[in-house]
């Protein structure tokens, strides 16, 4: 695992894995995934433009929901004129999944005979920054035997990670829906920049042990979005690779 | 901006929200019971699981379209932008570069085999 840890680790480390992180540190750790988010977020305005939304309404979105997956399917949603409770239901099914990644980053820390893990003074300050990206990057950071992790380091690099979503928002619905017309090569890009970003966190956490775990992730994605939709698939994925986790052979601490 | 409009982005964001913050009421000594054991277990390993059932829902509506229209040029692309993404990483150990520059081959394969 050593030869895996991702920048975003690297970056936090102006401090020492043994020292205990600082909030610019947490800052500094965000650039990767606010360089990751940006563009993508530049996607998600010019979509909510081409929607028929406006800028007020994208960048309200972004700023108060701050889940990228669900806010494009809040687009799609809203502007196929899906009512209210339909919508809230579907897009809160989606985010179930943020419920694992609290306990999951606590796990590790305990694991680690983190002291932090016991005196918690700002969960409801950094929880807000809990997306996929920014657990995967503090998950990867406590990968390291003997990292030290601080609330103050997970609030940095949730506002770094948040603020770039804000912005990227921002300057996609300014462009407006047609920014991309000329260059649908960039649109493309932009399109595949979810997929490259979730297999460079997953090469930055997967060791040879969780295999298995990848399997049943993928293969539990497969039979729920079959069955019902990506999003059940999702959960269902998640749940089905715990489990081959905890009762297969990449058991132990992770 | 109407109040239909503000009343989910607000549910859904509160309700996102408590998803991400309520577990932390977990932490702490009661926390650390509940999390020994098969559920500690699980929890240690939901984080790989997550990551890779998200990368499977991002590449799914690329492999849908590519096998409902049998055209192998987009598949191709996909398939070059993940190795590039792998091959970055693997390199630079770097999950930005490696993002930035999959993407990247993704377009210009995808600009290259005449797909726009």
Redesign the interface.
Known sequence: MA??????L?LALVSSPAQRPRFGGGLAAS???A??YF?VAVSFGVAGAKAGF?L??TA??SV????G??QFL?LAL?AGGAG?LL??VS??AL??????????L???L??GADEA??R?RW??LW??G?T?EV???A?GRLSVRGARWSEAWQVGIGLGAYLAWVAGTVVGAVLGGGAFERW???D???A???????????????ERR?WP??V???G???LG?TLFS?ST??L????????????GR????? | ?TL??????????I???L???????????A??RA?RG?L?????????????????????P?VEAAWRSGDLRSAS??LV??AV??GV??W?????????L???A???V??LAG??
Do not use: Q
């Open positions: 030869a895996l840890y991702p920048l975003a690297r650039l990767p995934i360089l990751a563009p406006s007020a309404e309200f979105m108060v929901i701050y889940a997956a669900s809040a809203l209210p919508a809230v897009l809160l985010n179930a999944r943020h419920l694992l990644y609290a306990p999951a606590l796990e590790r305990r694991r893990y016991a918690l969960p409801w929880a807000h809990l996929d657990f995967a990057s998950l649908p090569a960039v493309a890009a932009l595949f920049l979810m997929p490259t970003l979730f297999l460079s966190l997953l090469l930055a956490m997967v969780h775990v990848v049943a992730a993928v539990g994605f497969a979005s990506a698939g999702i269902v994925g998640m749940v089905a690779g715990g489990l081959a986790g905890a009762f990449a058991g132990g601490a992770t | 901006m239909g409009y503000v009343a989910v982005c607000v549910a859904v964001g309700g996102t929200y998803f991400r913050y309520l577990p932390t009421r977990l932490g702490g000594s926390g650390g999390m098969p500690g277990a699980f929890l240690a390993n939901v984080g790989v699981a997550a990551v890779a059932a998200l990368l499977a829902a991002a590449l799914e690329f692309a996909a932008g993940l993404t792998f990483f693997r630079r150990k770097g999950v930005a570069l490696a993002t930035l999959g993407a990247l993704y377009g210009v995808w600009w797909l726009g």
